[in-house]
């Protein structure tokens, strides 16, 4: 598509939280877009998203695929419905964009890939952390300290009171590697195919499908012998906050705490630089656009944003079953 001569692609929004109100300001500030419609939770919200970005408001997510003139659809709700939002979308013949997870089933996901593909539609299933600052810092950093052999990646967020809301709900948010499905994806795009999988996780549940908090622990051993540790932690249990990545190579090892970084051999110790998370999702709708008018290459695929769904449910299964999972 030429920018000069083609309209603007007519976007129609689905969720008025964080991340949708960062997609609305990319999608305004790209004369390539122009917001249409905009579908949430409730009427209250859905009115005064619609009027902050100057777009019509939309009773359901049912009704705005109805809409002919939309080209693009971005779903920016809950985990649960993510997928079949995305389903009827690309049913409907819209592009779109969907934050992680695609769908909590991997297979539910790898059907709308295949949908996608049959229907020839961009399906974009963000992962922005893997454009931030600590996942590049990585990769730039990794020849440093190769051949690598261990990694650990700990988030854990204290939350006190706890709200009830939606990402504290079994249901809605899903297995918490899987709902927080960048921890995984950020480890295979890293290091390549898993062969096993061991997890364990504990839930401090609280009423019908809540909990107040959650703790995930999996050790993933990949095909070329790369073992990892993945924590995820967050609600009210936990006290003090951490969020490290360490890689373990046979010339250094690589320490992120928070935005600091640096490079470690014995008593040497090299700073690292960390570029913040500010502007990502801009940057991330911008290659989108990029893709749409002028075919400019993503830097995820949704089979590798898949894959990373197959291992969190491999997680899962090992920590309903006790046992250790293999990946074909």
């Known amino acids: 598509m030429d920018t000069e001569t083609k309209p603007p692609l007519k976007v129609g929004l689905v969720g008025t939280g964080f991340a949708a109100s960062k997609r609305a300001e990319a999608l305004q500030a790209d004369r390539r877009s122009h917001l249409v419609a905009v579908t949430g939770h409730t009427p209250e919200t859905i009115a005064e998203f619609s009027s902050n970005y100057n777009a019509s408001p939309v009773g359901s997510w049912q009704e705005l695929l109805q809409d002919p003139q939309l080209d693009l659809v971005v779903i920016c709700t809950i985990n649960r419905d993510r997928g079949a939002i995305a389903h009827a979308a690309i049913e409907a013949d819209k592009h779109v964009v969907a934050e992680y997870p695609l769908a909590l089933d991997p297979q539910e996901a790898q059907a709308i890939i295949n949908l996608a593909q049959r229907k020839n539609k961009l399906l974009h299933v963000e992962h922005i952390e893997l454009l931030g600052g600590l996942h590049q810092a990585i990769r730039q950093n990794l020849p440093e300290i190769a051949p690598v052999f261990f990694a650990r990646y700990i988030t854990i967020n204290p939350q006190r009171p706890i709200p009830q809301r939606w990402s504290y709900n079994h249901s809605m948010f899903g297995f918490p590697l899987s709902g927080a499905l960048s921890r995984i994806h950020r480890l295979t795009d890293l290091f390549g195919k898993v062969a096993t999988v061991n997890c364990q996780s504990r839930f401090w549940d609280t009423e019908a499908d809540y909990y107040r908090a959650c703790l995930c622990n999996a050790q993933l051993r990949f095909r070329n012998g790369i073992i990892a540790e993945v924590t995820y932690g967050k ?94």
Do not use: C
């Open 235 to 328: 609600g009210e249990t936990f006290w003090k906050g951490d969020r490290t990545f360490e890689i373990h190579g046979e010339k250094g090892t690589l320490i992120f705490a928070g935005s600091q970084g640096k490079l470690v051999r014995g008593e040497e110790e090299t700073p690292i630089e960390v570029g913040d998370r500010r502007g990502l999702f801009t940057k991330d709708t911008t290659m989108v656009l990029d893709y749409l008018y002028q075919g400019t290459p993503l830097y995820v695929t949704p089979h590798a944003s898949h894959y990373a769904l197959e291992v969190a449910e491999a997680a899962r299964i090992s920590a309903a079953t006790g046992k250790t999972v293999e990946l074909s």
